[in-house]
């Protein structure tokens, strides 16, 4: 007589676990190693916007301190006043008509290429 052999349920079950452990694990293994790479590039997206912020401060520096020792020259009152008046000299701001500014000394060569990289960066996240 041949023997069959017998239905045993939880040998399914575990085959099943098998495949369903598989797939979080391969899934999780593929995002841990994009997320690694969408890091690397955020770090280098955010040395070239600090290269950037420096090349505009190095810019802005000499206008902001003569558009505070002009206002320290006609106020007499309180030189403090210039100081924190002009200390965002060259940011983006707010108009009354409630559109932005554009921020001085955005089309140097180094905010050019930190914009792109940001872009980039953003549309790669998608």
Same mark, same amino acid.
């Given at each position: 007589?041949? =023997?069959?052999? @017998? ?10 676990? =098998? *495949?369903? /452990?598989? %797939?979080? *694990? $391969?899934? #999780?293994?593929? $995002?841990? #190693?994009?997320?690694?790479? $969408?890091?690397? !590039?955020? %770090?280098?997206?955010?040395? /070239? @916007?600090? !290269? ?6 190095? &810019? ?9 020792? &002009?206002?320290?020259?006609? !106020?007499?009152?309180?030189? +403090? ?12 701001? =707010? /108009?009354?008509?409630?559109?932005? %500014? ?11 290429? +930190?914009?792109?990289?940001? &872009?980039?960066?953003? !549309? %790669?996240?998608?």
């Amino acid at each position: 007589m041949l =023997r069959t052999k @017998e239905f045993n349920p939880r040998a399914l079950d575990t085959d099943r676990a =098998r *495949v369903r /452990l598989g %797939s979080p *694990v $391969l899934a #999780l293994l593929f $995002l841990g #190693l994009s997320g690694m790479v $969408l890091a690397d !590039q955020a %770090s280098e997206v955010a040395a /070239l @916007e600090a !290269q950037c912020a420096a090349a505009r401060e190095a &810019k802005i520096k000499p206008l902001r301190e003569g558009e505070i020792a &002009k206002c320290k020259a006609t !106020q007499r009152d309180d030189p +403090a006043y210039c100081e924190r008046f002009w200390s965002d000299y060259g940011n983006a701001r =707010r /108009l009354p008509n409630g559109t932005m %500014s554009q921020r001085m000394f955005d089309d140097l060569p180094e905010c050019v290429s +930190a914009a792109q990289a940001r &872009k980039a960066l953003n !549309q %790669s996240n998608r």
